[in-house]
């Protein structure tokens, strides 16, 4: 009777770290994609890219941040159009990151 209790207990702890909600991960689209940081811990960037990210709806923001930024997917992208390394291509982004005047926002930006 107790090989068969201890079986029972050992099958139920393993079963129980699978369980949802033990991995935040499991919690799904809504915490995967709320930041770009979480999406990439869980493996989900191109899903939130495609399935929640493409499809939102952002109002139009016209401040220096926002000009920063686009200004940093410019250069980002024409440094990958001309097939430079991903160094170079790092290089821009921490330049960039560095203009941003509001510094949680900066070293966010650098963290990417």
Known sequence: MKPLVYSLLLT?????S??????????GP???CSSIPQASECGAVRHC???VWERQI?????DEVC???????GQARDTLMSNETQEELKEVFDGSCD???IKVVSKECRTL
């Open 12 to 16: 139920c702890s393993s079963v129980s």
């Open 18 to 27: 699978a369980l949802v909600g033990t991995s935040k991960c499991t919690y």
């Open 30 to 32: 809504s915490y995967w």
């Open 49 to 51: 890219i495609k399935s």
């Open 58 to 62: 952002v109002p139009a923001d016209t």
């Open 67 to 73: 000009d920063i930024c686009k200004n940093m997917v």
């Open 99 to 101: 203009l941003i005047p």
